[in-house]
């Protein structure tokens, strides 16, 4: 178990750019999560992942916001023409039963958007 | 909406002294509860969980939570803390079958050796 691991660990972009992230969940967990925490704040929901379907999205997502699982194992998260109020951590997280298990973070990407 | 409250943003205290973190939810129906810790560096990990069953919980490093249903409550306790529990806490519920996680926005433990 090599646990959840997430890259690039940190990304300083211009406004404008568009940014990917890439998260490895721990193999064979069905759930993947994503999460955005800034400064001061408990991490808040984005989006989340039963295999390859993306079965909710938080109205936090703005359009420029998508997120893929092409094969049910790892994700990515792009943000397009980014924002200085992008800039956050970006968490993910996997777990392997719906409702009642424990979900297991990922280190996070720092987005620093100048 | 369900939301999480965490009363105590940011508390220091020196070693051995007893620690209690509040935390509050709203929402009527079924819980899961759990505790966060986030030591300086490190990524976020489970202190520990309620989900059903004995309301008094324990976790890692001698921690515990009571989950109290008629206040919604579900605080964190250590009896005596060490210089190593400082860190950020966060509590969290989930609510329904989509996992999701719900964290209140943290409380930052400084423990003085």
């Known amino acids: 178990d090599t646990g959840v691991s997430q890259d690039p660990r940190h990304k300083i972009t211009k406004r404008g750019q568009n940014v990917t992230f890439r998260c490895d969940p721990i193999?064979?967990?069905?759930?993947l999560y994503w999460y955005r925490q800034t400064l001061g704040q408990g991490p808040e929901f984005l989006t989340y992942?039963?295999?390859?379907?993306?079965?909710?999205k938080s109205r936090l997502l703005s359009d420029r916001f998508s997120a893929e699982r092409p094969k049910g194992s790892f994700s990515t998260l792009e943000i397009q023409r980014t924002e200085q109020g992008d800039s956050a951590m970006y968490l993910c997280a996997s777990s392997s039963n719906p409702g009642a298990d424990t979900q297991y973070f990922g280190p996070g990407t720092r987005l620093t958007v100048l | 909406a369900q939301s999480v409250s965490q009363h105590n943003h940011h508390v220091i205290l020196s070693e051995a002294a007893s620690l209690e973190l509040g935390c509050n939810y709203s929402y009527g129906g079924t819980v899961n509860l759990f505790w966060y810790v986030q030591y300086p560096g490190q990524h976020l990990q489970l202190l520990l969980k309620?989900?059903?069953?004995?309301?008094l919980v324990k976790g890692i490093k001698g921690f515990e939570a009571e989950f109290i249903k008629s206040k919604f409550s579900f605080n964190l306790r250590k009896p005596s803390v060490q210089w190593s529990d400082t860190a950020e806490y966060f509590c969290a519920v989930n609510v329904g079958n989509t996992g999701k996680l719900i964290f209140g926005q943290g409380t930052t433990l400084q423990v003085k050796p």
């Open positions: 309620y989900f059903s069953g004995d309301p």
């Open positions: 992942f039963q295999n390859e379907a993306q079965l909710e």
């Open positions: 193999s064979e967990h069905n759930r």
